[in-house]
């Protein structure tokens, strides 16, 4: 491309990156008309910020002295300004001048031709500004001991991650340090993103949308949880149905998501017995949902589902131990049971976790030890019996109507994902 012409590209696109913030700007400052005269920073100003960053670095870029000395000045002048903005109004905050400074430092970025890393800044940047009343509820209503779990497991994640040695000890050569903690890290940081977006949506989206992303975090918790509180209000059915089902139902995604991360190979073989079950049961939900129209549906909350920070320390560790242990003993069934020995223990797995199983079973699939089609079975067979047990705990738990609705409809869940399984791989289960 003609050089004039990429500079020419680079600085529309520094004004149009630069331009987006402004306008996200713009609105909160008249949305809050009582310190607009004191506000700086709209449209206009972060337009020619963007432009500023990209021809300082454009035209001082190979000098070190002009281009520290053009970015300097331009930090006195967001000093100044907020040294006055806050005499003037005592409540000013800083947001719009670190704004600025991001504007500046996009314009650098399109000037090193790094259009992505330049995009991606400005996405973060709006989204943080324009999501501003919705990160102050949700930093509101953290807990200290969420806080200080997240704390101190961020902190080992950090610590622990890098020392572990990336290698096996065993025999069967499947337990690595590393990648164990590696996948604990994964799934917790799925089901705490999980946990994150339950705070944030608050109550108003009711046990539907808690018990969707309650599944991401601990599907048998969600169902134990709206077991507990159907026996409580027993004249309310169908929304403990529905929480109970969609929690169920997510975990079926949770799974795919670890495949992918663990063996990307196996996620074809599992795609189509795991999402047949997840879609039977988001079908049965709407079944429910829509048969009653319930408006009770939104009396309860993330809340009544009891669920713990999932960043706490002793989980993950429990989890690691676990894991490991589980690695051990599958390749040990694989080596001198076959195939047989691995179903019989998934089924024993999946009575109380589908997690560990499913990173066993695709480990052992991506070293070679199992062939593909006895992995996607094994973890078919774990997650299965793990929704039939969340489908017998609700029916001893829950009020008789709550009960016998959600079993019935784990037993729906599974015969389609049976089928499923049977049906894509003829050859290995007989002839029909």
Not at 45 to 53: E, F, H, P, V
Not at 182 to 204: D, H, N
Not at 308 to 320: G, R, V, W
Not at 328 to 357: C, E, H, R
């Amino acid at each position: 491309m003609d050089a004039n012409l990429q500079f020419l590209q680079n600085l529309i696109i520094a004004l149009l990156l630069g331009s987006l913030i402004g306008v996200e700007r713009e609105k909160d400052h008249h949305g809050n008309t009582e310190n607009l005269q004191y506000e700086f920073g709209g449209i206009r100003t972060m337009s020619l910020i963007g432009m500023l960053g990209y021809l300082v670095y454009q035209v001082f870029g190979d000098n070190l002295v002009l281009l520290s000395t053009f970015t300097g000045a331009f930090l006195l002048l967001l000093i100044a300004s907020y040294v006055v903005t806050s005499a003037l109004n005592k409540n000013t905050g800083a947001t719009t001048e670190i704004a600025a400074i991001f504007t500046y430092i996009m314009g650098i970025l399109v000037a090193q031709d790094q259009l992505l890393y330049a995009s991606s800044v400005t996405l973060i940047v709006v989204m943080l500004l324009y999501f501003k009343e919705k990160l102050h509820d949700f930093a509101h209503h953290i807990e200290k001991d969420e806080l200080y779990d997240a704390i101190k497991f961020i902190a080992v994640v950090f610590v622990i991650l890098p020392i572990l040695p990336n290698q096996t000890y065993d025999a069967f050569g499947v337990v690595n340090p590393y990648l164990i903690w590696l996948i604990v890290v994964l799934i917790s940081t799925i089901s705490f993103l999980s946990y994150v977006a339950i705070k944030v949506i608050g109550p108003k989206r009711g046990i539907g949308a808690s018990g969707f992303l309650g599944g991401l975090i601990s599907s048998t918790a969600v169902s134990i949880s709206l077991a507990e509180l159907s026996k409580k209000t027993k004249k309310i059915v169908n929304p403990f149905v529905v929480g109970i089902l969609l929690a169920s139902s997510t975990m079926f995604v949770r799974v795919l998501l670890e495949i992918t991360f663990v063996n990307p190979a196996l996620f074809s073989t599992l795609i189509l017995p795991l999402s047949v079950m997840a879609v039977s049961g988001l079908f049965v939900s709407a079944i429910f949902w829509f048969k009653e129209k319930d408006s009770s549906l939104n009396n309860y909350s993330g809340k009544d589902l009891k669920l713990k920070s999932p960043l706490q320390l002793t989980t993950a560790i429990q989890f690691a131990l676990l894991l490991t242990g589980l690695l051990f003993v599958t390749a040990y069934v694989s080596k001198y049971y076959g195939s047989g020995g691995i179903y019989v223990t998934s089924f024993l797995t999946g009575l109380l976790d589908v997690d560990a199983i499913t990173v066993s079973m695709a480990n052992l699939s991506l070293k070679g030890e199992i062939t593909s089609v006895v992995a996607s079975t094994a973890i078919t067979i774990a997650v299965m019996t793990n929704t039939l047990t969340k489908g017998f705990i609700v029916f001893f738990f829950a009020s008789s109507a709550v009960g016998r609705r959600t079993i019935l409809s784990m037993l729906f869940i599974v015969t389609t994902g049976l089928i499923t399984l049977l049906l894509s791989n003829p050859g290995t289960y007989g002839t029909y």
